[in-house]
């Protein structure tokens, strides 16, 4: 499997191997302004690992649950190959894309880690993450480590409740175009920008 | 009150005062699409009546939970004036503005029902809903009209699961420009849309 090539690299597997590339092209990003990433209601790439597997699920039912630590409700249903992945691994990162790469992004919500190495059928990099096994996405903009925190709406709503415990960001990217879904194939991409006085975070 | 002379005029209170703006300008919108409207991120303003009081709260903290019915969850902090009204009266409506009205959406979350009527401050209007008493507000897109469904993530989440129940939509609105938060006062409007085969619902 390509899994164990990657393996043996070491791309992942070990942050010695890493190449400098994440921490050259992102920067650490503090917890307490995660929740302007996720409130927005981006489209995310969510990456698991167990053992050699590595796995990417594309999501779009999340909330924000808490600031700080920033904790994050997602809805991830267990017809996906990540729901087990997840159960098992505990860990995941949540890989946040723009619509440079929205074919990627919808190729990976049409395909199954059960049958795919969705790193290799979509040319996606795998970076070794600095708390977590679960690998960051080198072609999105920011990548949150997370740990789950809560299980206990899992069994109801599928859903679990993540920690963030490590947030990176690429800071070239000053208006980050993500990718939102409206459902039956359609998206929309964040458009123009405004400021309000606003006494909300 | 302001609240009184509209409960006397019978602007919302009662269904056969409703001036027919809701069913010429919006239409129903089936529930199995609801999730379009909720699943991109958009800011919405949460609706509740209780008693004679009504009350619009600014939210973007919410997720879908299931297609049909459709259950979104919505965190809703016990600091804000609406969660005592939600608790009590276990309905609400979740009204969703476009960047036309954004100053008011701010406005609205830049203060409390606890002291101020924001339908009067505001200059929004409050049409009767089809099956619970909290208002529709006129001047949003959509509208969707929800029951408390489950309160067992509220201790510790401030998460209410809320079952839509009836939704409106204005056809008029195609390309509805919905409004996202990015933190500290700075949104973001819906952009461009494209369209990817997608096996997503």
């Known amino acids: 499997m390509a899994h164990d090539s990657r393996q043996k690299d070491g791309v992942y597997k070990s942050q010695s191997n890493l190449k400098g590339d994440i921490k050259m092209a992102k920067k650490s990003f503090p917890l307490s302004r995660v929740y302007g990433l996720i409130e927005p209601g981006p489209v995310v790439l969510v990456t ?80 070794p993450a600095g708390k977590v096994k679960a690998p960051l996405i080198e072609e999105c903009y920011a990548n949150l480590e997370c740990r789950v925190a809560d299980t206990k709406m899992v069994n109801k709503y599928c859903m679990f409740v993540f920690e963030v415990i490590k947030a990176w960001i690429d800071p070239a990217v000053k208006n980050p175009r993500t990718i939102h879904h409206l459902g039956f194939g359609s998206f929309m991409v964040a458009g123009d920008r405004f400021r309000l006085k606003s006494k909300m975070m």
Chains 1, 2 share one sequence.
């Not at 159960?87 to 946040?96: D, G, L, S, T």
């Open 48 to 127: 698991t690992a167990r053992g050699d597997r590595l796995n990417i699920m594309t999501m779009s039912w999340h909330t924000m649950l808490e600031f700080t630590p920033p904790l994050i409700g997602c809805v991830i249903s267990n017809r996906n190959y990540s729901f087990g992945m997840l159960k098992a691994a505990r860990e995941c990162v949540i890989n946040i894309p723009t619509a440079e790469i929205a074919e990627k992004v919808v190729g990976c919500g049409n395909t199954s880690g059960a049958n795919v190495d969705k790193f290799e059928k979509f040319s996606l990099t795998p970076r």
